[in-house]
């Protein structure tokens, strides 16, 4: 059973730095695709960054490409998301996901999640 949680949220200033984590079960985050994507209030869900499966391919989105680093330590079993220089429109809730079933390539629909950890970044 594919199982992903998402850690590591907090408050924090804008300019400021976090790094979230997803812990993966039930798969090896080095075979296949995982994604992180956020939702703030009110607001539709958006893909903010994903990691292919075996060789490291990186996507991001416009809104966070130069600030958000997305990699992966495969001993761990994990996947992490740098955000840098923080924003105040950088608060949501962020999610890891995979694709359903599971894909090898980015980009990946939001078909595996598990619990979300909120960002919030004042200003």
């Known amino acids: 059973e594919v199982q992903l949680q998402a850690s590591g949220g907090g408050s924090v200033q804008a300019g400021g730095s976090l790094r979230l984590s997803c812990a993966a079960s039930?798969?090896?985050?080095?075979?296949?695709?995982i994604g992180w994507f956020r939702q703030a209030p009110g607001k539709e869900r958006e893909g903010v960054s994903c990691?292919?499966?075996?060789?490291?391919?990186?996507d991001y989105a416009d809104s966070v490409k130069g600030r958000f680093t997305i990699s992966r330590d495969n001993a761990k079993n994990t996947v992490y998301l740098e955000m840098n220089n923080l924003r105040p429109e950088d608060t949501a809730t962020y999610y890891c996901?995979?694709?359903?079933?599971?894909?090898?390539?980015?980009?990946?629909?939001?078909?595996?999640w598990g619990r979300g950890t909120l960002v919030t970044v004042s200003s």
């Open positions: 039930g798969f090896s985050v080095d075979d296949w695709a």
């Open positions: 996901a995979t694709d359903f079933p599971l894909t090898y390539y980015c980009p990946v629909k939001f078909g595996n």
């Open positions: 990691i292919s499966g075996g060789v490291e391919s990186t």
